[in-house]
Structure formats: structure tokens, C-alpha cells
């Protein structure tokens, strides 16, 4: 792939992390994307690709996650790796799945941890991650979530855009 190609020699965080985002979740980009993962040495950068590969479809891939997270040295890389191996199994609810909360972001402070799901969205379900992103563009205000953890649900308030949370995730489903 073009942007794998130009993600393996970006030197600029920033422009790494756009094309990061934009690596297809297609199995066939998935060595790709592994071998990114291993070379790079932005953590942002290598938690990004390491979403992207959890919402790769593919026994392949899930393979491709359990080796890359066996081996990762980092313990912040190596969490969402394990987190993204965790959302690919059956949940009990469906949602949002986060793999990681940013240190010191608004998602944090409001509570949200890595493996909490986002079951609604300013009082509507989450059923695809079109349903979050539409409702997600249309509030800049506060609004209330719910989520599932450990086996309960607890409503939570945040403002402004899931951008603005600082969470990396992907959607899942209890059926």
C-alpha cells in the first residue's frame, strides 16, 4: 500500500499519525501495518496503527495481535494490543470498545478507562460507529454517555466531540 510505504519513512509525528489513520482495515494491509508497528518509535504513532489493526477484520490478523502484543515492550502499546484482542471476542453489550484513554484527557478525568464500552451517546444507542460519529459531530455542548463496565452500566458527562475525549476504540457487538 502507498500510505504503509510512506508511513515506514515519515519522520514528522504528525504527518505519521494522519497516515497511521489511514491505513485500510483490509487483512491484506495487515503485515504491513504489524511491520509499521514494530519499526516505529513514536509511541502515538504505534498506538494508532495498533487500532487500526485491532479493527482489521481476519483470524490472520487476530494471530498478527496476539504475537505483536506477546512481544511489545512498551506498556502502553502493549495494553491497546491486548485491549484490541479483548473487543474482538464476543461482549456482552454493543458499542464503542475503548482500547486506550490518553493520560490527562478529558475521557480520563470524566472516568472512562481503557476496556469501558460506550453503549449511548447523549441518550442514543450505539449500534455502528456511524450512529457515534454522526451524533458525536453534532454536540460541542455536554452531553451524557453511558457505558458498560465490569458487568454495570454508569452514566458519565462529557463535552464536546469524542476527538476532543482522547480515546482510541472500536465498535462491537453483543449478537
Known amino acids: 500500500s502507498v500510505i504503509i510505504s510512506q ?80 473487543s474482538r471476542k464476543q461482549q456482552p453489550v454493543s458499542g464503542f470498545f475503548l482500547t486506550y484513554v490518553a493520560p490527562k484527557s478529558q475521557g480520563e478525568t470524566v472516568g472512562l478507562r481503557d476496556g469501558d464500552i460506550i453503549t449511548t451517546y447523549n441518550g442514543v444507542r450505539i449500534r455502528a460507529f456511524e450512529d457515534l460519529w454522526k451524533l458525536n459531530m453534532k454536540y460541542t455542548d455536554t452531553v451524557p454517555i453511558v457505558i458498560y463496565r465490569a458487568g454495570a452500566t454508569q452514566q458519565l458527562t462529557v463535552t464536546g466531540t469524542l476527538q476532543a475525549l482522547g480515546v482510541l476504540g472500536r465498535m462491537v457487538h453483543s449478537d
Open 7 to 86: 508511513l515506514r519513512k515519515e519522520q514528522d509525528e504528525s504527518v505519521a499519525s494522519i497516515l497511521a489513520y489511514n491505513i485500510p482495515r483490509e487483512t491484506r494491509f495487515a503485515d504491513g501495518a504489524a511491520a509499521v508497528l514494530q519499526e516505529q518509535k513514536s509511541q502515538n504513532v504505534r498506538l494508532v496503527v495498533g487500532d487500526v489493526l485491532a479493527d482489521t477484520p481476519g483470524d490472520d490478523v487476530t494471530k498478527a495481535l496476539a504475537k505483536l502484543a506477546s512481544t511489545e515492550a512498551d506498556p502502553t502499546v502493549k495494553r491497546l494490543l491486548e485491549l484490541g484482542l479483548e
